[in-house]
């Protein structure tokens, strides 16, 4: 793990979402629309990087579309209504999968989304190809040993990187020859230099294919010392959130 400031934040930010005082929301917008949301499921609310992401993905009208660790499914929703020919949702988490599936429904695209509760592309049948991949990646590296506590850390950390590597690994029986990948991240708190040789040592070669950077209220997060190392002197922490494209080599 090389990145102390991303994980002080993933464990903060973590702390926030669960904490029992906090209101409870089953529904928000995103993108002009309105969402549900069941418990036990990361709330895309709480930072821009699910909108942004998910307005990002460079859809293409008859494509074949997957998006990895589904969540809320906003990227499902919008791959069926920008014209994906077949769209599927995959997440370990069953909530995750549920709420991608009423999402769906509600805004009439169930007919053209597949949800199923999967480890990566486990649930995937060996013969489905899809054109193009999207993965809003849980982009904080935690310890390798370090175990999950809930569903919802899963949407934040990855232990050493090791879902990251399995991804790529078993991307490519499933990626058309000319498919493309788009994974979310952030180079502030998270290990793009990793992530790109774990794409490389799978045949993809990477390139940052948006960015946008935003500044974060220090004051929204506990007295860390990490944090304070890291705030400038308007009292932010400046942050990114950037989409890369892979391609195979």
Not at 1 to 17: F, P
Not at 226 to 248: I, P, S
Request: hydrophobic share 40%; proline share 7%.
């Amino acid at each position: 793990m090389e990145n102390e400031l991303g994980y002080e934040l993933g464990n903060l930010t973590l702390a926030q979402i669960q904490d029992p005082n906090r209101p409870t929301q089953t529904t928000f917008s995103l993108l002009g629309m309105e969402w549900e949301l069941l418990p036990e499921v990361f709330p895309p609310y709480t930072d821009p990087g699910p909108g942004l992401f998910a307005s990002w993905v460079p859809y293409e009208k008859g494509s074949r579309f997957l998006e990895m660790g589904c969540g809320a499914g906003i990227a499902a929703v919008i791959a069926a209504q920008r014209g994906c020919e077949r769209v599927v949702a995959l997440d370990i988490n069953p909530a995750a999968v549920e709420t991608t599936r009423r999402n769906a429904a509600r805004h009439q695209v169930a007919a053209r989304v597949t949800a199923l509760t999967s480890d990566l592309f486990d649930a995937l049948d060996p013969a489905e190809v899809l054109d193009l991949m999207f993965w809003n990646t849980p982009f904080i590296e935690a310890p390798e040993d370090r175990p999950y506590q809930g569903q919802i850390e899963r949407a934040v950390f990855d232990p050493g990187y090791g879902m990251l590597r399995r991804f790529f690994r078993d991307a490519g029986p499933h990626l058309a020859a000319d498919g493309r990948i788009y994974l979310g991240t952030s180079e502030a708190m998270g290990n793009p230099e990793k992530m790109l040789r774990a794409a490389a040592d799978a045949g993809f070669q990477g390139r940052r294919y948006r960015t946008e950077s935003v500044e974060i209220p220090a004051a929204e997060f506990a007295d860390s010392p990490v944090v304070k190392a890291h705030t400038n002197e308007r009292g932010t922490v400046e942050m990114d959130f950037t989409m890369y494209e892979f391609r195979r080599n």
